[in-house]
DNA sequence: AAATGACCAAATGAACAAATTAGTCATTAC
DNA sequence: GTAATGACTAATTTGTTCATTTGGTCATTT
């Protein structure tokens, strides 16, 4: 059997997005890389932006089978939406991939990745949305907009991991998991 | 009485800085604006930067005057902390200079301008966070981190007005109200 | 029929010149 | 004598040019 010339491309593409991100990568360099003539790049996609594109679907859908096994029946749903949070967050800082696009969106601002970027986390509340749904349908929590609320708590998250960090010491796990049960399910109020 | 120069400067500079940001002003322009010598402009002033540094100075003073008679003592920390937040953000939104300020820290980057926003953004939360101590301490609330809580409490609404209507429909301030009850105060568990 | 790389127009950026700018200081005005 | 000034300067920024690089095409090869 022939090598699989488009899987090698999306490879190829998808290290030296990692190393050098986006903007930076040639298409001679994906060429080389996966050791194909340029113009074979073309008779599988029809830009730069759609070998992105394709690769960051896979990405999300990489995304969302790590959520899922974070997930546990068992546990309670503020348990569960943490966890998943958690988890989200800590792949987007543990791939080189993401940690690169990220950094570009922030830094360059390349309209490909600022695209790309949005995507990814429209998929995490996507994802987030239907958990909270659930756990409305199942009367766990109270009646919400789950988009909303799906929107807040991964700002949040995002607010404490990231934005937090710039200026105190960073917070462990533990206490993300307290703040969160704190602000969001039991409430301040006495 | 002869005139206050140094006022004159000051006024000089922030209607600039309002109108074409911080990098765009020239010290030429705010000499010219103010009716005075560039030169004398350095007799009360260090650098262009220590301008901005006593505009901002001010700005904060009034911001919190603006918050301070946002609070009714009759009501309730929920209520008051709410009406705080969105003044202060509604100020941020509706003065030019803050609006120029912001944008250009987006856009540009301008190291002064970052650092000033940073001010601003600590001050915001060093009065919240008295705020929510007093609350504390009077046992209207739980305990938590005031600062933390201050931090987390900024960064949800300036999600919501800002970042949220990005990509949907504004949400009012009875929306607001209602959400920051439902999120922090009342929690999400039933 | 699939793969290729020479080729092209467009985009980029290196390099240099010209213009602008923050800040100084000798001179001026009172 | 002192407070105010604006011409001056060193440094940065901006505009311009042009050679190189880039994404994408397509005639040729395999």
Aim: charged share 30%.
């Amino acid at each position: 059997m022939a090598i699989d010339r488009k899987q090698l491309i999306l490879e190829a593409a998808k290290k030296s997005f990692s190393l050098f991100g986006y903007k930076a990568t040639t298409m001679d360099q994906v060429a080389k890389l996966a050791n194909v003539g340029k113009g074979t790049i073309y008779t599988f996609f029809k830009s730069k932006e759609e070998i992105l594109d394709e690769i960051v679907t896979s990405l999300i859908r990489d995304m969302k089978a790590e959520a899922e096994n974070a997930i546990d029946p068992n546990s309670r749903f503020d348990e569960n939406i943490h966890r998943v949070l958690i988890r989200f967050l800590e792949f987007r800082k543990s791939h080189q991939l993401t940690i690169k696009l990220f950094q570009e969106e922030r830094e360059i601002g390349t309209k490909a990745v600022v695209d790309v970027i949005q995507r990814v986390e429209q998929a995490i509340i996507d994802y987030m949305k239907g958990i909270i749904q659930d756990a409305i349908d199942r009367g766990e929590i109270k009646e919400c907009n789950p988009e909303i609320t799906a929107f807040v708590m991964l700002e949040t998250y995002v607010a404490l991991i990231f934005d937090w960090e710039q200026h105190h010491p960073p917070l462990d796990k533990e206490e993300m998991s307290d703040l969160f049960k704190l602000y969001f399910f039991e409430g301040l109020l006495k």
